[in-house]
């Protein structure tokens, strides 16, 4: 009886003239004043004074004054007399007569509200005990605009700073987003304490203190279009690049192996944000392994030619990715380049030997010139790995102070901030472009050869059916169509392909044949029931057509099958013209003129006839 009593007190209290909001002047204390409820009895719900006097009817909202056409059930009634919230639905809640507590199985209560201590939800008398919780049962009021474009007021659980209901928790585009207000410059300045100075390449948990905040990119398109300029303009990208994957934006790229599923560099790099960089820091690393290639070591390929031609097929690759669309008119949005070629001393190579392989890796980025300021850095200092390599450590640390790198270095640079690609006639560019399909073709063929070998699409127990049966040795394969495509070879493109099909046809027949033997042994079991046999499968039985094929021999790892170009010979006898250029180096002999790429091998052949013809 008491607490209908009180009910009906606070039900009498009219709507017209709300509690006052607390007086600027009166010293602030610590605890926010708590809101005064006020007793709808059209709509059966109560309201507080939650932030001031214009909560109450009367203000049209933020909207209010624009010319929004909101619609409501209230359209037709007067609202000249009284509240906004007497007439319109937009603004009730069952928050305000039901039980606000949870049972202890974690259900909403279902009973009605008895008790309405000023400040706190309303809930019944089993859980009166949610007012000592502290902010768990205080009330708030929904600051959002409703559709009738006024405050939706509507009682709401205290969660400042901004309180919302249960119709707009989700979202609400009525709210006023006060950093929009702000000058686009001041904004751009919050907007930097978001961004760290480099962006990593590797990647980084929330908590790290380098870590970028991108959040922000995914607020609105206003925020996005502004944001993006920062975080692409401003900071420096870190990429790490080794001959066998890149890192950037915190994601890695590998290149085809049975260990991985190959996906394009353009989608796992992102090409369109990888475009929009000003600054990149580029790490090269190389050098740092000896390892035995199938095909590779010790059949006049050595791992060493192997990996540097690996290594600039990938720089090359990350070349594509951040290059601009030759559609596009724009100039490309790079302007700051920082290159750092990091070779280990596992090689053992002189200083003209490194020079030579750290200028044979960079010659990709040269497509991307001209760039506004470019930096060649000098190579750290290598690891020690072995003790017979400390004497070489030093040969890498010093290579700034050597003539020869010295000259190499202000050549490359001038090229990328200076040079411009030289103009190319259209039967140039056909034939660039047949070369890039064929050796693309190439390239197709051994990713799906990987990718049928790999463990995430072969479940059975046998691993590796190809690259160890007919295609071993596929390794092989890709290192020579990598060098026929740097010399602009596509006769040797072309009988990579002749060769990859005689092996093809030969594994397919031999399969067929061991499929025969088979369906004549099931056959065999049925004595001559042809009608039972052929039942709902004849194509089983159907060999008509198998060529027989003599017992070949071994499949070799060297692909003997494909004429190659052989290494650079010694550099002996009369009538020896041996011309160096910046990136080859030109021989002529007996009339026939033959070129090679400035690799750490020719540069030791070079050497040793300097020496003997001086």
Known sequence: MVGTRSKARRASTPLSSPPPSPNPSSPSSSAPPMPSYAFNSRSSSYYTDDQSDSCYGGDPGVYGGSDFDFESESDNESEDNGNHEEHCNHHSTALSTRCNGHTYGGKPCSRKAHVFDEGMLPVCRSHRWYGGLGDFGRAGRCQAVAACGYVCNRLAPYAPSFHFCKEHQKGSEALPCYITRLPTELRLMIFRYLFPNVIKDERLYRTHPDAPHTAVLFVSRQFYEEAAVLIYGEPKFEVRIW??????????????????????PTKILCRPAARRIRHLDIQVNFALTQSNIRGVSGFGRSYEEFELYQLRDTIRKFVDVISPSPSESSPAALKRLSVTPAPSCRQLWQSDEATAAIFFVLEPFLSLRPIGRVFLHSPPRPELFTYRERNFVSIITDLPKDDLYCMRRN???????????????????NGAAALAAAYRKIEDFARLIYKQDSPECLRTAVRQAWTSSIFRGIERVLHIARIAYEDGDLGCLRNIREAILKRWVTAHQQHLQSLSAVAASVSAMFDGDVASLHEGHPEAFDFKYVDLVKKTETVEDTWPEIPVKAPMPKLKGPDLIVEEKRQKVVVMK?????????????IRQLRAYKLESP
């Open 243 to 264: 001959p066998t994957y890149i890192q950037l934006f915190g994601k890695r790229w590998d290149r085809e192996d049975t260990c991985y599923i190959f996906e394009e």
């Open 590 to 602: 007996d009339g026939e003129k033959k070129e090679w790429a400035k690799t750490p091998a020719v």
């Open 411 to 429: 050549q490359w640079i001038s090229l990328m901030t200076f040079g411009n690609e030289p103009p190319k006639s259209s039967q140039d560019v």
